[in-house]
């Protein structure tokens, strides 16, 4: 009696409408409030005379009948559960009311009827709040689901029973947890308490279809409030089937990929694969992941990883980059590092494939070592060619300060001249880094310099140089640099019989692949030289040979005004 009255008072002061009806102890309806189909029309509510377990659906994990069987058995505890009516006309159609039982007995003790009360949970109100939900289900292109409290299917939309192939008339007969596999229930549990605590929230499970088959999908869930309470749980379902299979499908290449693959967000190694084990000199994979990437980078290296960091996270796309990674036993490794942006696990990472190239790096600095120390040879051959041409003209000086014969001293003269112009090519290949080729330029001034101070210093030539800055190679820079010799000698001795300002222009400039060589004097012409001497002297012979050996030609001219010009072409190789 002290129950009854309770509920008599709840009922009373309960701001939503509470509807009664009896049960036989069947469960056979005896008597329903009028009410009820009266306040409800759309519903078409109409359950006397039915029985009651027919009409009802539980939510959550009691038994209706065995509740009522322990009221029947003599327990003084009330049915207070939630379930489902369904609709007579619409056999899809279910309406959840909160369920509240009591066992009514007559003067004698003897059970005679259950007294209940079913509060409707889900009212039509003025705000439009049912014609908004039915939006949700009705429009919207996701598959999407609302459970109550205990987790029971109370609404489903089309899409969703068409991607689990499940009618949505069985769907609302069951419990979320009737589609997750045991192992991950729990984590299921979890994030479903979550919600009911007013959080919104995501995970990702293994649920089944009919036929046995299996689906992976991404459910988002957030809790559905009403007057600042939590009354049922929304669900939204993404099918990450095939994103699960080709996640396996990457997984798989990269276990069994022989490269170091890596995943690292913020620094912080989050995946990588077995073959980094190896690389990183490591125990085992623990090692490696939620460890520090800095911590394996070269401390010489380490600003470039950060600088190269810092754009991979704003998007950008980077060459692969080389540097040195420090092992675990303290060994320095040097990597190509081919690494992008990508999303791991819905979060920002930088995945990074590495490249062992210590083996190549190492033949690179032996290489290098043994070419730096070729150059230092060479440039010591050089540098001994130089030299051994300025003993060989030491001799030849020598030698003229013991002849008398002027023909024999011109002659030895000469030598020198030429033996100079030589030695003056060696000693610009060692004084610059290349050893197979001179700057022509350069050269020029050098020559000119050295010639006038063996020539006769008694005579004033003005010598003008004009030239492109040309580079050529050792094969055509001694002939070059004989012939220039001979042509400015011959100027020299034999252009200028009494002209006064005697000048000498040398011009040198790149037209194509060629160069031409010009040394034009104001002296008195080549027709009034001794041309037949000219021709049979050992400075024609040399030119001659020299021009055919650089695979270019060579011509005299008059000058427009005075003197004589020499032109000299020859390809640049």
């Not at 709040?129 to 939309?157: A, H, K, M, W």
């Not at 693959?261 to 490591?282: L, M, P, R």
């Not at 791991?344 to 600095?365: A, C, H, V």
């Not at 042509?487 to 400039?509: C, D, E, G, L, R």
Request: glycine share 4%; hydrophobic share 35%; aromatic share 10%.
């Amino acid at each position: 009696d002290g129950i009854r009255d309770d509920l008599v008072t709840g009922v009373q002061t309960c701001a939503l409408p509470i509807y009664l009806f009896q049960l036989n102890l069947d469960l056979s309806n005896r008597d329903t409030d009028p009410n009820f189909n009266v306040d409800f029309p759309s519903y078409s509510w109409e359950i006397t005379n039915k029985n009651f377990i027919d009409q009802c659906i539980p939510s959550g994990f009691f038994n209706i009948e065995d509740c009522f069987s322990k009221l029947l058995n003599g327990s003084t505890e009330v049915v207070n559960e939630i379930c489902r009516i369904r609709n007579q006309l619409n056999e899809q159609q279910f309406l959840p009311v909160q369920l509240i039982a009591t066992l009514q007995r007559n003067d004698q003790g003897v059970p005679e009827i259950f007294q209940c009360f079913i509060t409707i949970l889900d009212h039509i109100n003025e705000d439009g709040e049912t014609d908004t939900i039915n939006s949700l289900f009705e429009y919207n292109p996701q598959s999407f689901c609302y459970l109550g409290l205990y987790g029971e299917v109370i609404r489903v939309n089309k899409k969703l029973s068409d991607f689990l192939n499940v009618p949505e008339s069985v769907l609302v007969q069951h419990n979320f947890r009737d589609f997750i596999q045991p192992n991950e229930l729990p984590d299921a549990e979890q994030i479903f308490k979550m919600a009911k605590e007013g959080q919104a929230n995501q995970y990702e499970f293994t649920v089944y279809v009919q036929n046995g088959i299996e689906k992976r999908v991404r459910i988002y869930v957030f809790p559905r409030f009403k007057t600042g309470k939590v009354i049922g749980v929304y669900g939204i379902f993404e099918d990450i089937t095939e994103t699960e299979e080709s996640l396996d499908r990457w997984q798989n290449l990269v276990e069994q990929c022989p490269l170091p693959i890596t995943i690292y967000q913020d620094y912080n190694i989050i995946f990588t694969n077995e073959a980094s084990v190896g690389f990183y000199e490591v125990e085992s994979l623990d090692d490696l992941v939620g460890s520090n990437i800095l911590n394996y980078i070269h401390p010489e290296d380490k600003k470039v990883l950060i600088d190269r960091k810092s754009k991979l996270q704003n998007g950008h796309l980077l060459e692969p980059s080389e540097t040195r990674l420090v092992t675990k036993k303290g060994t320095i490794k040097y990597i190509i590092a081919s690494s992008r942006p990508i999303n791991y696990n819905g979060q920002k990472s930088i995945q990074s494939i590495l490249f062992d190239i210590t083996e190549i790096r190492n033949q690179q600095i032996l290489i290098e070592k043994s070419l730096k120390e070729k150059d230092i040879l060479l440039k010591e051959i050089h540098h001994r060619v130089k030299n051994n041409l300025a003993i060989v003209s030491g001799l030849l000086e020598l030698q003229v300060q013991s002849i008398k014969d002027e023909g024999t001293i011109a002659a030895l003269k000469d030598s020198q001249n030429r033996i100079q112009s030589i030695a003056l090519v060696h000693q610009q290949l060692y004084q610059f880094e290349s050893f197979d080729e001179i700057h022509l330029d350069l050269y020029l001034n050098d020559l000119i310099s050295g010639l006038k101070k063996t020539l006769d210093s008694s005579r004033t030539i003005d010598f003008k140089i004009e030239s492109d800055h040309i580079k050529i190679s050792i094969e055509y820079a001694i002939p070059c640099s004989l012939i220039l010799n001979e042509v400015v000698i011959n100027a020299y001795k034999h252009a200028f019989i009494n002209v006064s300002n005697p000048t000498i222009n040398i011009s040198v400039k790149q037209k194509d692949n060629n160069v031409e060589l010009e040394v034009c004097d104001n002296g008195i012409g080549f027709s009034k030289k001794d041309s037949s001497k000219e021709k049979s002297s050992l400075g024609s012979t040399l030119i001659e040979i020299l021009t055919q050996q650089i695979y270019g030609n060579y011509n005299y001219s008059d000058n427009s005004e005075s003197g004589t010009c020499f032109k000299l072409t020859f390809p640049i190789r």
